[in-house]
Structures are given as structure tokens and as C-alpha cells.
């Protein structure tokens, strides 16, 4: 059964990216949309004492990274990013050796300071969300800087400092009791939002701390590499986390309705670019582009896409980073997430490898219901999507997200309000030439326009635009 779906462009897109003459689609990022919380992940952290000292262990080891990579490259020569930080890497696959051992030695001294700390952490017996484990990594983040760069003077990497790491274990004994605190308030049943509220204010406080510290040393336009590393650090590694959930995806967007003034406004250029009229097929459109990689490079070739359609409503999925992880080789995620020193495995692993066929459906449930869902604030578009994503290729080449459809998939178009005269001939001669190749003889075209009588935004069919007998009939 087939249905139709309104893709809205600018005559940017159409005429200079041309995508109406190469009858392409472009996937866009979850950073090129215009909602911040596109995709987002209501990621909590529930787990027992072998998960969470890995976690801070591999916390420290993507620390370790991006501190020598300034230390090598310093101020001038790259720039350190979230992209810098090896979110990918395990705890047995260093270089060299020796840097191995160098890094267990650095690790034996921060657990040794923090280690009680930790501890406390993996006792919490409620889901621990991006603020409070913000605040945690915060509240060790200069400790672990001053053990790092404390090894890297004994083994000659750096000069011996004038001034270290100021270390203010209070910070350390005060969050300790704050853990406390929250557990009384869960046994007394006091409102969760309470719970949820401390740990805002408090990573706001240290927020508002870092930033005017940061305006006043104007460090960011100084020393902008070491400035990603004494602030912004822990919010791009919690981030960075996600990677090691669900794959990248991309995203075509089409609605159901074309009659909302606001749809043309914000997605074809204020009026001014016209709308796509596709029909889908069962749902589902062909469209021809990458579909993998062999020895020869890239191999192309069609494939059907479904079009999803999109939930609106105003709470998340909570997921859960301890039991979600699926982007490592079990080996790697064994050695580095689940077992701890002694080859003791977390409960997790054993929960997890019990049924995994069953986990791999949950979790692949909940990767497609996370990126298909929006705020109330966007129901009004009646979207629906086609997402791009695999786990074998991350597609981040923007040329590999360009995919072209059959001219037949598309019925017909819509000009705005607004299109200037010039560009609609020019779209009409696309339209000529490919009606002719094709030997089609059916595209409609509309014309938009406001109802008085609708109160929105109707649009009429242009019927003496015709095609036939491969020439125009006006």
C-alpha cells in the first residue's frame, strides 16, 4: 500500500547542491538538525564495584591520552578535541610494554587515593545520571591530572614543575558524605526529584566556578588545547561514551502534511523552495548508494529503506551505559568493562551473555525508539524518516550519505509561496527533461497558497503543466 510523503527544500539544495537533477537524498548528522536533542540518550549508570572501577580506570586511560598529546603537540600544532579522546581503546592494547606498565603504576596510585571514593560510588541502589557521575569525575579530575603529570616527571617526560595540582581531599571526604546523604533520603522515600535537583545545582555551581575562572585567565583563547583538558574534559568523555552504545546514524526527513506555515518556513527557506511529493511503497523507497566495502573499495547498489515514523512525547528512555555496551569484540568488552584484576567477571556479563540473542533485540529496540523519538513541542510536523546506520561502517563521509532515488518515486512538486519565477522555470526544465527520459507523462505540479477559509496553507494543481509525447504542453 502506498502513501504520500512531502520532503521540503530550499532551491539552495534543489538547484546548487543538485539534488533534483541527480534525484539525490541527503542523510544529515543529529548535529546538522535544528533540535539539541535529536537522538539523545537518557543514559544511567547502574552497576556493582568491577564495572565502575573500570570505568574510572578507563576514564583515567583516555585522560592519560589526550594530557601526553598535549604535552607533545602542545598549543600550536593540532588541536585536542573530543574527537582526541580514544573512547575505543582497551586496557590491553598499549603500544609498547613499557607504556603498559607505565600506566598500571599510574592507576595503582589514583585508585589508592580514590579507591574509597569508587567504592562508595558502585553502593549508590539508585540509576546515577549524567550530572552526579559528571560531578564524581570532577571531584578526582585534578588528583588524576597531578598523579599523571607526578609520573611523568620521574620518567623525564616533562621538566620538574614550579607548581602542582593543588589536591583538596575535603572535596573528596564532602562527596563521600553527599553519597551518603542521597542514600538516607532513598530509604526515607523522599522525592527522587530532590535527589536529581542537588546533583544539578551542584555541577552548576562548579560550571559557573569554571566559567568565570576561564573568563578571567582567558585561558580558552590562550591555551585552548590545555583548556579542553582542565574543563571540558569530563563533559566530552561522558559524551563520548554514547560511541560505545549504538553506531553514528543519519537521517532523510519527510511529513505527512504540507500545510503548516511554519514547515515551509523553517524547512524551505521562509517559503521561497518548493516540496518534494514522494510515494513510498509499502512504507518502504528504493534508493540507490553505498551498501558496504570489499577489496575493490566501495560497492554500491540498491537497497530499500523504510520510512519510521516518528513518536512525539516529552520523557526519554532510560539506558542504562553498563549493560548497553555493543560496539567492542566480546574479548575487548570482557577484558575491559567486566572483569576486574584478578579475572573476577561482573554480574553484568553473566546477565548478558545469558541470552543474547534476547539482548540484541532489546537493545536494538531501544536504539530505534531513542532516535525516533521527539519532544511534543515538534508534533506538528508529522514527520517520518529514513535513518542511515550500520555497525560495520560509520558513514561519515558526507559523499557516502547522498543516496539517489527513482525518478518514478517521485510524484510530484510543490512551488512556495514565494518561489521566484526564475528558479521555478528552471525546476520545470529539470522536470521536462526527466519526465522525458523516463517516459513519464503524469508529474503534477501545485502551487501553495493560504486558505481563508482553511486558515492554512492549501496548495492547487497547476493542470495546464503538462508533459506529453516528450514535449511541453502549456
Known amino acids: 500500500m502506498s502513501k504520500l510523503l512531502y520532503r521540503f527544500r530550499s532551491i539552495e539544495k534543489l538547484l546548487e547542491f543538485e539534488e533534483l537533477e541527480k534525484q539525490t537524498i541527503y542523510f544529515a548528522s543529529p548535529e546538522e538538525l535544528n533540535d539539541p536533542m535529536e537522538g539523545f540518550n537518557d543514559l544511567v549508570f547502574v552497576g556493582d564495584k568491577i564495572v565502575w572501577k573500570n570505568l574510572f580506570k578507563h576514564y583515567l586511560m583516555c585522560l592519560e591520552h589526550v594530557n601526553q598529546s598535549l604535552i607533545i603537540v602542545g598549543e600550536e600544532h593540532d588541536t585536542i578535541d573530543e574527537n ?7 586496557f590491553d592494547n598499549f603500544p609498547t610494554t613499557m607504556y603498559e606498565e607505565l600506566f598500571e603504576k599510574i592507576w595503582k596510585e589514583f585508585f589508592q587515593i580514590c579507591g574509597e571514593f569508587i567504592e562508595k560510588i558502585s553502593t549508590r541502589t539508585t540509576p546515577i545520571k549524567r550530572d552526579e557521575l559528571n560531578l564524581y569525575f570532577r571531584t578526582v579530575h585534578y588528583i588524576a591530572l597531578e598523579v599523571l603529570h607526578k609520573n611523568y616527571e620521574e620518567q623525564n617526560f616533562i621538566p620538574k614543575r614550579e607548581t602542582v595540582y593543588l589536591q583538596d581531599y575535603k572535596i573528596l571526604e564532602g562527596t563521600i ?11 526515607t522515600k523522599e522525592h527522587k526529584d530532590k535527589i536529581d535537583d542537588i546533583f544539578f545545582m551542584r555541577k552548576s555551581m562548579q560550571d559557573d566556578m569554571l ?25 566530552k568523555y561522558i559524551n563520548s561514551l554514547e560511541k560505545l552504545i549504538y553506531p553514528k546514524w543519519y537521517t532523510a526527513c519527510f511529513m505527512t502534511e504540507c500545510n503548516n506555515s511554519s514547515v515551509w518556513g523553517n524547512y524551505a527557506d521562509s517559503h521561497k523552495g518548493i516540496c518534494l511529493i514522494f510515494n513510498s511503497d509499502d512504507n518502504n523507497i528504493n534508493l540507490h548508494g553505498k551498501i558496504g566495502c570489499g577489496s575493490q573499495g566501495v560497492i554500491f547498489g540498491d537497497k530499500n529503506h523504510k520510512f519510521h515514523e516518528i513518536n512525539y512525547k516529552d520523557d526519554f528512555i532510560e539506558t542504562n551505559f553498563f549493560e548497553s555496551i555493543s560496539s567492542l569484540p566480546i574479548g575487548q568488552l570482557k577484558s ?14 553473566n546477565k548478558l551473555f545469558e541470552n543474547i540473542d534476547e539482548w ?10 531513542n532516535i525516533l523519538n521527539k519532544t511534543t513541542d515538534w508534533k506538528y510536523e508529522n514527520e517520518y524518516r529514513l535513518i542511515l546506520s550500520s555497525i ?19 510524484k510530484g512538486l510543490i512551488f512556495g509561496i514565494k518561489t521566484p519565477m ?7 526544465d529539470i522536470i521536462r527533461q526527466k519526465s522525458k527520459e523516463n517516459k513519464i507523462d503524469d508529474f503534477e505540479f501545485y502551487q501553495a497558497y493560504y486558505s481563508h477559509k ?13 508533459f506529453k509525447n516528450e514535449r511541453s504542453m502549456l
Not at 582526541?84 to 582497551?90: A, H
Open 422 to 428: 526564475e528558479d521555478k522555470i528552471r525546476i520545470i
Open 392 to 410: 560495520l561502517d560509520d558513514n561519515t563521509e558526507k559523499e557516502h550519505r547522498v543516496l539517489k532515488y527513482n525518478f518514478n518515486s517521485l
Open 84 to 90: 582526541s579522546i580514544p573512547i575505543f581503546q582497551s
Open 360 to 369: 540484541k533485540d532489546k537493545h536494538w529496540n531501544k536504539f530505534y525508539k
Open 336 to 349: 575491559t568493562w567486566y572483569e576486574d584484576e584478578n579475572g573476577y567477571l561482573s554480574d553484568i556479563y
Open 211 to 235: 566559567f568565570i575562572g576561564n573568563i578571567n585567565s582567558n585561558l580558552f583563547i590562550k591555551s585552548p588545547n590545555k583548556n579542553f583538558i582542565l574543563i571540558d574534559f569530563i563533559n
Open 454 to 466: 482553511d486558515k492554512n496553507i492549501q496548495h492547487k494543481k497547476i493542470s495546464f503543466l503538462k
Open 177 to 187: 558524605k553527599t553519597i551518603d546523604l542521597v542514600e538516607k533520603m532513598i530509604e
